[in-house]
């Protein structure tokens, strides 16, 4: 079950970047720039919250918070390509 399981995860990990690489390919040199600079941002922000929550409860809520921002940041750059569609 173990493989299968594997496997399965495999599976939607592969759709998942694919489905991600679309998304890509739809992006101006600029957006991409910018989400880059929101991942290596927040990728600074959760070393710095993992140095000084360290063992604290309260590390994971925190880990959680940064990426959901981190994703509503790169939700906001990829939506400008699908409404520059729209108006195309």
């Known amino acids: 079950m173990s493989d299968q399981l594997k496997s399965t995860l495999d599976v939607a ?9 679309e998304e890509e390919k739809n992006l ?6 910018r989400i880059a600079e929101v991942r290596q941002e927040y990728e600074a922000k959760v070393a710095e919250k993992k140095i000084l929550l360290a063992g604290a409860e309260e590390l994971s809520m925190e880990l959680q918070e940064l990426n959901r921002k981190k994703e509503e940041k790169i939700k906001a750059i990829h ?3 699908k409404e520059g569609e729209i108006k195309r």
């Open 13 to 21: 990990m592969g759709r998942m970047k694919q489905m991600l690489g």
């Open 28 to 33: 101006s040199d600029d957006q991409k720039r």
């Open 79 to 81: 939506q400008e390509v």
